[in-house]
């Protein structure tokens, strides 16, 4: 929001209007004294509670006396929204609007600070709720999106992965094989680049499935000190002029 005229808080939250500016920012062409004294006596504006008188010193351009000092109103954000709707004018009303905006924003961030011990630990029970959530969210997409990487850059590999098994970061990754030797041989690009070890080698639970049918490696990792397993599915080929390099899509 555009700042039209200075709100100010005192030391108690309180939202502050400085009178002259609200004056100027209403482009009223009265003198700001004779201003003042006519809204605060036809309106019933009390000092102290509706509004404090403040002294402020200002430049002059005489040497013998640069400073003169003048008087200036502390006003209240309801005797400020008053103010300028008893101006009957549609700055005034567009003035008034501003004033309730910055009013709600400041009410809605008063509400937001804990200002006891039990909010405040609520508070910090739900940020680190929030993060953890954020941290599972985060390890669940990340082998996906590994999974995704490494599939672009494959020559012998299905565009194809299913999740399964208890936990969410297990992963099926199709791959393309005329036997099994080049099953695992395709199997371990995906393993190496979604279990970040470059030099897994062999996988730990082999099914050798027959020419035609579905052999599968899988490979246990550990991911911020919990145990996984990606199960990578390899489609055999019974016809050998293709190999693994052309990918069969289930």
């Known amino acids: 929001m555009n700042e039209i005229i200075k709100v100010t808080t005192d030391e108690n939250g309180d939202l502050l209007v400085s009178g002259r500016e609200l004056h100027e920012g209403l482009m009223v062409k009265t ?4 201003w003042i004294e006519r809204k605060i006596e036809k309106y019933g504006f009390i000092e102290n509670t509706d509004f404090v008188l403040v002294s402020q010193k200002r430049p002059t351009n005489n040497p013998k006396n640069p400073f003169t ?3 200036d109103h502390a006003l209240t954000i309801d005797t400020a929204k008053e103010m300028a709707m008893t101006e009957n004018t549609q700055k005034g009303r567009d003035t008034r609007r501003y004033f309730i905006e910055i009013e709600k924003q400041h009410n ?10 039990a909010e405040a630990l609520r508070l910090a029970a739900d940020e680190a709720e929030e993060k953890e959530r954020l941290q599972l969210e985060n390890a669940e997409m990340k082998p996906k999106a590994l999974f995704t990487d490494a599939v672009r850059g494959s020559t012998n590999s299905c565009l194809g992965y299913a999740m399964y098994g208890e936990g969410a970061l297990s992963i099926d990754c199709y791959a393309c094989a005329s036997d099994f030797a080049q099953a ?9 680049t979604i279990m970040n070890n470059p030099i897994l080698t062999e996988g730990t639970k082999i099914y050798r499935g027959a020419k035609g049918t579905v052999a599968s490696v899988t490979y246990d990792y550990n991911y911020q000190g919990m145990a996984y397993q990606n199960r990578f599915i390899v489609q055999s080929k ?3 002029n293709i ?3 052309n990918p069969f899509l289930f």
């Open 238 to 240: 019974s016809i050998d």
């Open 31 to 34: 003198q700001y004294t004779k």
């Open 243 to 245: 190999e693994g390099s």
């Open 69 to 71: 000092e003048i008087t």
């Open 108 to 117: 809605k961030q008063q509400h937001s600070i804990p200002t006891t011990l």
């Open 184 to 192: 695992q041989y395709s199997a371990k690009p995906f393993a190496s």
